[in-house]
């Protein structure tokens, strides 16, 4: 399984990007996406247009992971783990999902998940 953060959900909704077409190759491979509730969030916060949040929503297939308890504990050992950076917060949050359902990450934000590789994490390798 794929989690897809927020800058995927973005730009999968521009053709020819990367992303997009990453996106489209995973599907017809059959690889199961998903995303974070705390991604879904900041997505939404947008600027995106309902048809944009329609289709995103197809392609995962309602595939948004909410923000349990064990992720919250995961999130905040990522957290205390990489030295209690405010700006590391969300992406805790974003990685500790990824970790909890066993995913890889895909994202463009290499270097602010990294800081959570060595705790779990696993990220789709881009070739």
Known sequence: MI?????????????????????????????MLCTSGIAWYEF??????????????SFLEGRVLPFTADQATE??????????????????MIASAAIVANA?????????F????PFGLQMVQMN
């Open 44 to 57: 939404l916060c947008g600027p995106v247009e309902e048809e944009g949040i329609a289709v995103v929503y």
């Open 75 to 92: 999130a905040a050992n990522l957290f205390n783990l990489t030295g209690r950076k405010r700006n590391l917060r969300i992406d805790a």
């Open 3 to 31: 989690l897809l953060d927020t800058n995927y959900l973005i730009r999968s909704l521009i053709p020819d990007t990367s992303e997009a077409l990453r996106i489209i190759e995973w599907i017809s491979g059959e690889e």
């Open 104 to 112: 890889e990450i895909a994202t463009e934000n290499i270097s602010d």
């Open 114 to 117: 990294a800081h959570f590789l």
